[in-house]
């Protein structure tokens, strides 16, 4: 696997995998891997002839009290996992390299930035589809995939993609889960293991409730049981619990597919997001 860090050097790169014909995927992460990150390099291998994958612990979609500085960060054991998955390329940039002295440009997707998460986090959406344009236009891969996880953030980057005309296809994978279902993060090394021992009763509380909607129940009573049943559990807030169009992420307030149950709580110095489909 080649490990490039410089954009001409990468351009090179990806022309010769691109040869022949061939396809490439893109992953982009901000490394701390995990199996969830795994299973979108395995969709990558998939529908693609390569996959690049990109590391980039990107600065401007941290706000000022977030952790950036603390975010893991093991270069050295996420390539290893990179090498075994048959991983062609690894785009590790530096700072400097992603944002020259003067850079200026950034891109706001306003109608789909400004709820949920965008709301607890002014900013983060924008860094976030400001890093992703560059990445595709860096990489230009045919096809790139990120994980249902941060549901708003994939739908975010699908309406910057079409809004944008960029040339490539958008897969989002299905969320890896722990054995007793809270969802792979990479901030989960956060929790201690009382914490994390605690933690599971995030994703119970979702499932009730998208089953409660599924079955016909009150929308606004099935949320605000979810959020009490998510701090009787142990967290100490809870940001939102919100049912969605699962596309265009209008708060629903009468069910209607598709549609997503969207969900953050904080539990001590840890946020964490997940979300569940309600068919
Ligand atoms: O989901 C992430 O890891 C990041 O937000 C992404 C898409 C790599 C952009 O920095």
Not at 54 to 78: K, L, M
Not at 167 to 192: E, F, K, T
Not at 217 to 227: F, I
Request: charged content about 20%.
């Amino acid at each position: 696997m080649q490990i490039i860090r410089d954009i001409a050097t990468l351009h090179r790169a990806v022309a010769a995998l691109k040869q022949g014909g061939k396809s490439v995927a893109l992953v982009p992460t901000m490394g701390a891997l995990h199996a969830g990150h795994l299973s979108l390099v395995r969709m990558g291998r998939r529908v693609a002839d390569h996959v690049v994958v990109s590391i980039f612990v990107n600065p401007t979609q941290f706000g000022p009290n977030e952790d950036y500085a603390a975010y893991p960060r093991d270069e050295a054991r996420d390539a290893a996992l990179l090498v075994e998955e048959g991983v062609a390329l690894l785009w590790a940039p530096d700072v400097a390299t992603m944002y020259p002295g003067g850079h200026a440009t950034h891109i706001e997707v306003a109608e789909l930035g400004a709820d949920y998460c965008g709301a607890a986090r002014p900013g983060h959406f924008d860094g976030v589809a400001t890093v992703v344009a560059k990445l595709f236009n860096q990489v230009r891969p045919d096809v790139a995939i990120f994980g249902e996880k941060d549901w708003q953030q994939l739908a975010i980057i699908r309406r910057m993609a079409r809004d944008l005309d960029f040339a490539l296809d958008i897969l989002g994978a299905p969320i890896a889960r722990d054995g007793d279902g809270l969802a792979l993060s990479s901030r989960n090394a956060y929790l201690s293991p009382e914490q994390r021992a605690a933690a599971a009763a995030f994703p119970d509380a979702l499932k009730a409730a998208v089953a409660a909607i599924a079955g016909g129940a009150d929308v606004a009573k099935a949320l605000a049981d979810a959020e009490a049943a998510i701090v009787a559990g142990g967290f100490d807030s809870v940001d939102y619990v919100a049912l969605a169009d699962a596309d265009s992420l209008e708060r629903l307030t009468i069910f209607r597919a598709p549609a997503r149950l969207l969900a953050a709580a904080r539990m001590g110095k840890t946020r964490l997001i997940d979300n569940y489909a309600v068919d």
